[in-house]
Structures are given as structure tokens and as C-alpha cells.
């Protein structure tokens, strides 16, 4: 079974920080999720990656196999930027099925005007 | 942009009642699935449903629990006798095809309080 493991687990900073959360995992997988969970409970899909780096505005995910680890970057925070980060993998050996994710427990990020 | 909607957004049942969640997909996506979030806790999965069957199910996803796809466009999750620890968000998401890199779309949760 997969295990996906955050860090850090709580995160505050000042507007405009360049912020990094990191997710490692046990397991070789087909794709890693980043997703967005906001105070209301909803999760919005940020980046599905297998390898190398994504960018989405000020958003950056990167991914190394070799190591089973992957970052998310957010550059020039801004308070809008405060929700929950989490990572999830999707492998056969996750626990979640062939399809299903394997979540980590999240970052939650607080950014302060 | 098309999206996945779930109803209710919230839903309180007395234990030992039957519910029926419901979601509704993005309409050319093939794949669909199921995840819990207990209060305070990681998202799990629950189920994943493909082709009018269960393609893989977690050990949460007990007898009490089943899917189905009634009219080719509701996807449904049916908790046949409700427990107190089965209230927690529960997610719809669904994907346009098997291949690895085809994104994950989510709803926005049903919250299920069982009293």
C-alpha cells in the first residue's frame, strides 16, 4: 500500500512568500494530484503530473521518480492562496485500486496580508 | 467549463436510514468514482465505476454501500443503513478516459450528518 506522506502539515506566511509543500510516497506510481480543498470542502484539481515540472500561473509542481517525491510551489502569495494542499497518487499499489488515489493528509496554508 | 454536481450539498439522516447521494458527471466522461472525507481526516477512496460496473472498491466500501448508474447521466452512491461513522463529505469525481494523464474532475461534496 501506498503510503503519501506532506510536509509541513501547517503552513502560515506573510503575502507575497514564495511557498513550497512537499509530498513523498512509498511506491512507484502512474500520476500524482495536486488539488486545492478550500474552507467549504471543495476540491478543485490543480496539477496531474508523471514526471517533470507543470506551471499554472503562479503555481509549480514538480515531480522526481527517482526520489518519490514531488513540490508545489506558489510564488508571490497572496491571501486568496490560504486552503488545504494535498497530494494524492494513483498506482496500482496504492490502496486506492488501479484507479482510485491514495491521499496524503494535507497542508493547510494560511497566507497573511 | 463543464463540472461534476453533487445533491444535496447537505444531507442529515437519522441512523439507520437508507440515503441516496447523487452526482451528476461531466457528460462525455467514462470513468467515476467515489472518495469520503471524515471530519479532520484524509480523502479516501471508496469506489470507481466503469462500463455500468464496479471496476475497483476499497475496504470501506462494505455491503452497506453500493453504486449505480440509472439513467446514463446520475451516478449514485446508496448508504442502505446509515451509522454515525458514516458521516463525513462525501466526493463525486470522474475522469474521460483510463490513461494517465486524463485529470480528475471533482464535485463539491455532499456532507452526510447522521444523528
Known amino acids: 500500500k501506498n503510503e503519501v506522506e506532506q510536509s509541513p502539515q501547517n503552513l502560515t506566511a506573510q503575502e507575497g512568500e514564495f511557498i513550497t509543500i512537499n509530498c513523498s510516497y512509498s511506491v512507484g506510481i502512474s500520476a500524482l494530484h495536486w488539488l486545492q480543498q478550500h474552507p467549504g470542502g471543495g476540491i478543485v484539481s490543480l496539477f496531474m503530473?508523471?514526471?517533470g515540472k507543470k506551471k499554472h500561473g503562479r503555481l509549480i509542481a514538480t515531480i522526481n521518480i527517482q526520489e518519490k517525491h514531488s513540490s508545489l510551489h506558489i510564488t508571490a502569495s497572496h491571501p486568496r492562496d490560504s486552503a488545504v494542499y494535498i497530494c494524492a497518487v494513483r498506482s496500482p499499489y496504492s490502496g486506492g485500486g488501479a484507479d482510485g488515489l491514495t491521499f496524503g493528509k494535507g497542508t493547510h496554508l494560511i497566507i497573511q496580508p | 467549463e463543464p463540472e461534476v454536481t453533487q445533491t444535496p450539498s447537505h444531507q442529515v439522516t437519522q441512523m439507520g436510514q437508507e440515503v441516496i447521494l447523487r452526482c451528476v458527471p461531466i457528460s462525455n466522461h467514462l470513468y467515476f468514482y467515489w472518495y469520503r472525507q471524515i471530519l479532520g481526516q484524509k480523502v479516501e477512496f471508496l469506489v470507481s465505476?466503469?462500463?455500468?460496473?464496479?471496476?475497483?472498491k476499497s475496504e470501506i466500501f462494505d455491503d452497506q454501500f453500493s453504486v449505480e448508474r440509472p439513467d446514463g447521466s446520475n451516478f449514485t452512491l446508496k448508504i442502505r443503513s446509515t451509522k454515525l461513522e458514516d458521516s463525513a463529505m462525501y466526493f463525486c469525481?470522474?475522469?474521460?478516459?483510463?490513461?494517465?494523464?486524463?485529470?480528475?474532475?471533482f464535485g463539491n461534496g455532499t456532507r452526510l450528518t447522521v444523528t
Open positions: 469525481a470522474s475522469r474521460a478516459s483510463f490513461i494517465s494523464f486524463s485529470p480528475l474532475h
Open positions: 503530473l508523471s514526471s
Open positions: 465505476f466503469y462500463n455500468n460496473e464496479i471496476s475497483e
